[in-house]
């Protein structure tokens, strides 16, 4: 199984499965001028990198509503960025499973805005995913820490396959 | 089963572990949660639950600072982990500690009554 192929299949098991919100693959992409939250963990080890979650501020708040069976009125902001947090733990996880050598993940950032762009220093984007999902839209994307030399692994192919 | 600790830093994870106990006919006991291995490690001396399902990656104390704290002491509680890196290194390190399963995350109600069992 391709690595982006297990991620689409983590994404859709943490949606569907864990929240009751279908998501798929679709082309579409981050909407910088939408009210949205992105939620981060980084990876640090033999593979180092980041990777984020991006969706509007309406389905995190959805995926909140599901995840503590709240109505979204209930909803604080804390409840809902805990939420995204989670979302982002478990797909930051998933994905360090796919790593090969020995990793750490670290606990979750949440932001929110509109029209701002996520960069991460030193890190180059390896996999940008895009998923339809309530409605609305869903970004996951991998960035990897490159040095002088190249990405930390010396390889983009630090993923494993058929994991 | 009676008493279930359930410990993540994410109050989210806590409902969705708690909803999911239920679920899986573990509901009947009390469900009682910690925020963090330190909390948690409060709460079993003072509760003696009979399982504890802690997350890994936790501020303060992580779940296997907290699992190796319980046998520094003594303690044999039922230990597992409740968590989205479930890599066969973890595994390793989470059994080697003197814990009995590793769930990974996402999970479903079948994942909780097959790996924990009665």
Same mark, same amino acid.
């Given at each position: 199984?391709?690595?982006?192929?297990?991620?689409?299949?983590?994404?859709?098991?943490?949606?569907?499965?864990?929240?009751?919100?279908?998501?798929?693959p679709?082309?579409?992409?981050?909407r910088?001028?939408?009210?949205?939250?992105?939620g981060f963990?980084?990876?640090?080890?033999?593979?180092?990198?980041?990777?984020?979650?991006?969706?509007?501020?309406?389905?995190?708040?959805?995926?909140?509503?599901?995840?503590?069976?709240m109505?979204?009125?209930?909803?604080?902001?804390?409840?809902?960025d805990?939420?995204?947090?989670?979302?982002t733990?478990?797909?930051?996880?998933?994905?360090?499973?796919?790593?090969e050598?020995?990793?750490?993940?670290?606990?979750?950032?949440?932001i929110?805005?509109?029209g701002?762009?996520?960069?991460?220093?030193?890190?180059?984007?390896?996999?940008?995913?895009?998923?339809?999902a309530?409605g609305?839209?869903?970004?996951?994307?991998?960035?990897?820490?490159?040095?002088?030399?190249g990405?930390?692994?010396?390889s983009?192919?630090?993923?494993?396959?058929?994991? | 089963?009676?008493?279930?600790?359930?410990?993540d830093?994410?109050?989210?994870?806590?409902?969705?572990v708690?909803?999911?106990?239920?679920?899986?006919?573990?509901?009947?006991?009390?469900?009682?949660?910690?925020? @963090?291995?330190a909390?948690?490690?409060?709460?079993?001396?003072?509760?003696k639950?009979?399982?504890?399902?802690?997350?890994?990656?936790?501020?303060?104390?992580?779940?296997?600072?907290l699992?190796?704290a319980?046998?520094?002491?003594?303690?044999?509680?039922? #230990?597992? #982990?409740?968590?989205?890196?479930?890599?066969?290194?973890?595994r390793?390190?989470?059994?080697?500690?003197g814990?009995? #399963?590793?769930?990974?995350?996402p #999970?479903?109600?079948e994942?909780f009554?097959?790996i924990?069992? @009665?």
């Amino acid at each position: 199984m391709e690595a982006n192929d297990e991620i689409n299949e983590l994404v859709g098991d943490i949606w569907g499965s864990v929240l009751g919100i279908p998501a798929t693959p679709a082309d579409s992409s981050v909407r910088v001028e939408e009210l949205r939250l992105t939620g981060f963990v980084h990876i640090q080890g033999d593979w180092e990198g980041t990777v984020t979650v991006d969706c509007p501020v309406p389905l995190a708040t959805t995926a909140a509503a599901a995840m503590f069976g709240m109505t979204v009125e209930e909803l604080t902001k804390d409840e809902i960025d805990d939420a995204l947090g989670e979302i982002t733990n478990m797909t930051g996880g998933g994905i360090k499973s796919m790593l090969e050598g020995s990793c750490k993940l670290s606990l979750p950032t949440v932001i929110e805005g509109r029209g701002f762009t996520v960069n991460v220093p030193g890190a180059a984007l390896v996999t940008d995913l895009n998923y339809s999902a309530g409605g609305s839209w869903i970004s996951v994307r991998v960035l990897e820490r490159v040095d002088e030399t190249g990405p930390t692994s010396g390889s983009e192919l630090i993923l494993r396959t058929g994991a | 089963m009676k008493n279930v600790l359930i410990v993540d830093d994410s109050k989210a994870m806590r409902m969705i572990v708690s909803r999911t106990l239920r679920q899986a006919g573990y509901g009947d006991g009390n469900l009682r949660e910690a925020a @963090d291995g330190a909390e948690a490690l409060v709460a079993i001396q003072a509760d003696k639950p009979d399982l504890v399902l802690s997350d890994w990656n936790m501020p303060e104390m992580n779940g296997i600072e907290l699992l190796r704290a319980l046998r520094a002491e003594g303690n044999d509680v039922r #230990f597992g #982990f409740v968590t989205s890196e479930s890599t066969t290194e973890m595994r390793e390190v989470a059994i080697s500690a003197g814990a009995e #399963f590793l769930i990974g995350k996402p #999970f479903t109600a079948e994942d909780f009554a097959d790996i924990i069992g @009665d």
